[in-house]
């Protein structure tokens, strides 16, 4: 793949590059271009670069960068350096650009090429507005507008919508050659995990799920009657997430508000079964939050619920500051349920007594009218998922890429990682949202879902120990989607160990291998 890739790349250039390369307008030798998204390059896409190509000695191929694009919330398909090497790839273009300008203006009044081409279904009902403002740029400086042949239409959009590509490997490969990351880097990343100890301070919930068998109803009320068999407690919330950091490698202590009740004692002989350090604070005004289902056969009938969500009290509050500010680490996760731990009075108080020097991350399960992932304010990452992403912003309709610019301004955080579900990850890693290394997506590599609770905690976990070992954003999603998906490949919220995502990597890594052979075949058998 890295020898196919590179020998196209030459051709992808930058504006400053391609003013060079075709001297002022007028010139000898002529120069077309043609701008579009090419998100996935069809055959009505062929039919109009040949015709441009016939027209003049040098076409230039421009294409939308990601930012600007605004086609469907999960748009572009595939990212702009992917589209850029495909186009690169095609024997009739000459160079390509990556436009960083949400519309080719300027890049047409810089370049001056001597035609502008577009397709017929530009001209064919009226010209629209946009295309007579690209009109008018050209023909101010002497240049043509020419609209290529309409006898082969296709839409990529339902092409998309009808059949996405499965392209996940091959945009992988992309991100980490840009980014010069090997394999053998991921490996050695999680392999520095242990040198790291991380301070987990939130909301342990305890879940339970009572097994029971349908017996019947009642005939005079809408009673169900289920026979009761057996019951299992498991450790969750915030608790879970310093289950998976223990597992990956790390030392965590874990810091939390216990009830003084049976369910105090379960979480903290389990966490101290698991090797992590538990410093609880128990409140006898609360009870240890439990939620506990109740199941007849694969079916779940009731949650119940045993909760205080009030806040903590200025001293319990005051007693976690001060173990906060008191506990040496390199990082700090606030894992927040709103279970009573984190609220607008009390996240000031609590990061304000994170040590200097301390990596600070945040991560709000929750996406109701409790909770909000901006109440972090200038935490070092963070990792909602797009639903909470949305609520905390007051937006349901905004295309993916500027939900996560308005969400990593309004949050001030120095990296977004966006949980898009089973579309992957998209990573915010500076302001500048208008350039081209503002974003980059990671798609999901579940190969076999079995059960996605507990994904973004795995993610959560291997995310921020990469941040740590690496300090690269690519690292920490790569692998962050790695642990999540062998958790979706598991039933129930298990801790993602090393090993496990060490066989997923080469998993990926065989099948990433496999296309890389498959495309010499096909080179050979071209030649």
């Given amino acids: 793949m890295t020898e196919l890739v590179n020998r196209y790349r ?34 009505g896409h062929v039919r109009h670069l040949l015709y441009a190509k016939s027209k003049a000695d040098i076409l230039v191929a421009s294409i939308t960068a990601d930012v600007h694009i605004y086609k469907g919330q999960y748009r572009p398909h595939i990212p702009q350096d992917l589209r850029a090497i495909n186009l690169a790839a095609f024997e009739v273009v000459d160079y390509v650009l990556i436009d960083k300008n949400p519309t080719p203006l300027n890049n047409i009044a810089e370049l001056q090429p001597d035609y502008f081409a577009k397709g017929y279904e530009y001209v064919s009902g009226g010209m629209p507005p ?3 403002q690209e009109a008018e740029v050209v023909e101010a400086y002497g240049g043509e507008i020419i609209f290529t042949p309409g006898d082969v239409v296709y839409s990529s959009s339902n092409l998309i919508n009808l059949a996405p590509p499965e392209l996940k490997i091959e945009k992988l490969l992309v991100l980490m050659e840009d980014q010069g990351i090997s394999f053998n880097k991921l490996r050695e990343t999680i392999n520095k995990f242990s040198q790291f100890t991380i301070h987990v301070v939130g909301d342990t919930i ?22 009761y068999e057996s019951r299992r407690d498991y450790i969750g919330g915030a608790a879970v997430v310093a289950e998976h950091l223990r597992a990956a490698g790390a030392s ?19 966490l101290e079964e698991a090797g992590i350090q538990c410093k609880p604070v128990i409140d006898a005004t609360r009870p240890t939050t439990n939620k506990n289902a109740i199941v007849a056969g694969n079916y779940r009938l009731l949650k119940i619920d045993t909760l205080d969500n009030s806040s903590i009290s200025d001293h319990i509050l005051h007693e976690i500051s001060n173990t906060i500010c008191n506990t040496q680490c390199d990082a700090i996760i606030f894992s927040d349920f709103r279970h009573g731990i984190f609220n607008r009075r009390t ?17 709000s399960q929750v996406a109701s009218r409790w909770g909000n992932i901006t109440e972090f304010q200038d935490f070092d990452l963070i990792t ?102 062998c958790e979706c490949e598991c039933d129930g919220n298990i801790p993602i160990t090393p090993e496990r995502v060490m066989a997923k990597i080469n998993v990926v890594e065989r099948q990433a291998h496999y296309t890389w052979d498959k495309e010499k075949v096909l080179e050979a058998a071209c030649v």
Avoid: W
């Fill in 130 to 132: 946009k295309t007579s």
């Fill in 384 to 485: 909602p998922n797009e639903r909470e992403a949305r609520f905390s912003l007051a937006d349901q309709d905004s295309g993916i890429r500027s939900l996560a610019a308005n969400l990593y301004d309004k949050a001030r955080c120095k990296t977004l990682i966006l949980k898009l579900g089973d579309r992957g990850v998209l990573t915010c890693r500076n302001n500048k949202h208008e350039t081209l290394d503002s974003f980059f997506v990671v798609d999901s590599f579940v190969d076999k879902l079995v059960d996605a609770v507990g994904a973004g905690d795995a993610l959560l976990a291997y995310g921020t120990l990469s941040m740590l070992a690496t300090g690269s954003e690519t690292i920490a999603a790569i692998l962050g989607s790695i642990a999540a998906a």
């Fill in 206 to 227: 305890v879940d339970s799920y009572t097994q029971t068998t349908m017996i019947g109803g009642q005939t005079k009320t809408p009673t169900m009657s289920v026979l």
């Fill in 347 to 363: 996240i000031p108080e609590l990061s304000t007594a994170i040590p200097k020097g301390v990596y600070r991350v945040a991560d």
């Fill in 10 to 43: 030459h051709k992808i250039k930058t504006i400053e590059e391609l003013k060079k390369i075709l001297k002022p307008f007028p010139r000898e030798e002529k120069v077309i271009m043609c701008h579009g998204v090419f998100d996935v390059v069809h055959p």
């Fill in 252 to 270: 965590v202590v874990f810091s939390t508000v216990l009830g003084q009740d049976e369910f105090k004692d379960f979480v903290i002989e389990g």
